[in-house]
């Protein structure tokens, strides 16, 4: 913390950054995943400008205006630096490409062979690569208001594992859960070296100027979770900064898989950076799943996909945990009174308890611009 983001009470005037250290703040502060994007028309020409969506990722220039374009036009209390999770693959040696209106393309990491051409976790080749991002994060921590949280970001192992191994975002991950099965070792080393490089990534993000991060944990869903026959939420499992072999063998697949590496990462970060502010959006793990997060890992929030009922799961957590969420995206392009409901029920839910304003995913490219002016309006009325 610099003396130039805390005031002389020596609380911060960055909002989303009190919520993360437990302040319930009425109404919530607000930004939306994937806020700059398609749906904006300055994000439109930026991305036509600078060629290719890595070419947008990897220039400082690019990277730090479109990240400033929803904060200029709606004022959200957080900007999230302008990448991709898909950034980590490319700078460990794998080819990833996106393919206009298909996604990401990446070549399949489908046995020892291809892992094997992997750049090794302390190869510094990884870090020039990503050298670009720090570089925005720096810059964009000096232009953007001082009121504004900055969040850097990156995948979570599985999910970014996931791509690796499919070389796309199948639907249900099967070929990233059949190497699991039947390779388990090599999954485990590659979940190991994820865990080791994108600690740093995180720590230099944070390191650049970032006041937050937040993992990206998108696939969750696809991992089987033991799920308590009394619908509590279950208490953690042992200490979840142990290494992940061997007796994981008897953990469900999503601690193992997800919660487990994520919990490692974690406290990587914190060994670096003692008060490092964490988010972990865990999409698809259910309510359960949303309740074990901050337990078994150690982050500061939990990130609420729309799947999940918010006020069930507010009433299933403890009420100094910080959840972010979870307007469904799906309501945002309807607009409109249904708009304003999903909004109230959001408030609703969370009223006097610390919660971030989010959607429960990443705002989709049809949605038109109005809608969330109005959603905005509804929030700060
Ligand atoms: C799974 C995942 C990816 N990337 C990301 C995730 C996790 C979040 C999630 O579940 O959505 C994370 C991500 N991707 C992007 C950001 C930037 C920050 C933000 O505004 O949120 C962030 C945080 C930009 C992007 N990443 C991508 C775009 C669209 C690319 C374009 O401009 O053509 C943007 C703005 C491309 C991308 N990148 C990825 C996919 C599946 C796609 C294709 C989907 C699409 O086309 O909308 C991988």
């Known amino acids: 913390m610099t003396g130039t983001e805390r005031g002389s009470g020596g609380k911060s005037e960055r909002k989303v950054l009190r919520v993360l250290e437990g302040e319930a703040i009425g109404p919530p502060p607000a930004w939306m ?6 749906y904006l028309p300055e994000y439109r020409a930026s991305r036509a400008e600078a060629g290719s969506f890595l070419d947008l990722c990897y220039s400082p220039d690019f990277a730090v205006e ?19 999770i898909l950034v980590v693959p490319h700078a460990l040696g794998q080819d990833v490409r996106f393919v206009e209106g298909e996604g990401p393309r ?16 302390g190869d510094p080749a990884i870090f020039s690569h990503l050298a670009p991002v720090f570089e925005t994060v720096k810059r964009l921590r000096a232009e953007l208001p001082g009121e504004t949280t900055l969040l850097g970001f990156c995948g979570a192992p ?5 791509y690796m191994i499919g070389g796309r975002g199948t639907p249900d991950l099967a070929p990233a859960r059949a190497l699991a099965e039947g390779d388990t070792a090599l999954v485990d080393t590659l979940i190991d070296r994820l ?21 990206f944990e998108s696939h969750a869903g696809t991992l089987p979770r033991a799920v308590p026959a009394s619908g509590d939420i279950v208490e953690p499992v042992g200490d979840v900064t142990e290494s992940a072999l061997p007796d994981d063998a ?5 601690t193992r898989w997800s919660l487990r590496p994520i919990a490692r990462m974690i406290a990587g970060v914190r060994a670096r950076v003692p008060h490092a502010k964490i988010i972990v959006f865990a999409r698809g793990s259910g309510l359960d799943g949303h309740g074990r997060v901050v337990p078994e890992t150690g982050a ?3 990130g609420v996909d729309w799947a999940v009922d918010l006020k069930a799961l507010r009433r299933h957590v403890p009420a100094t945990m910080v959840t972010q969420g979870n307007l469904h995206p799906d309501t945002l392009i309807a607009g409109g009174d249904a708009l304003d409901a999903a909004v109230d029920a959001v408030l609703e839910a969370t009223a006097g308890l610390p919660h971030i304003f989010n959607l429960g995913h990443g705002i989709t490219p049809q949605t038109p611009v109005a809608h969330v002016e109005r959603m905005l309006a509804r929030l700060r009325r």
Not at 66 to 84: H, K, M
Not at 106 to 121: H, K, N, Q, S, T
Not at 158 to 162: F, I
Not at 250 to 254: E, K, P, S, V
């Open 300 to 302: 500061d929030a939990v």
């Open 106 to 121: 990446l070549d399949p990491l489908d046995g020892r062979d291809a892992f094997g051409r992997l750049r090794e976790a």
């Open 195 to 215: 865990v080791t490089v994108q600690t740093e990534y995180l720590v230099r993000q944070l390191e650049a100027g970032a006041d937050a991060v937040q993992i």
């Open 250 to 254: 008897g953990l469900d697949a999503l």
């Open 33 to 38: 995943m994937r806020q700059a994007g398609r």
């Open 158 to 162: 599985w999910t970014v594992a996931s």
């Open 66 to 84: 479109v990240t400033l374009q929803p904060i200029r036009r709606f004022g959200f209390d957080a900007a999230i630096l302008f990448s991709d």
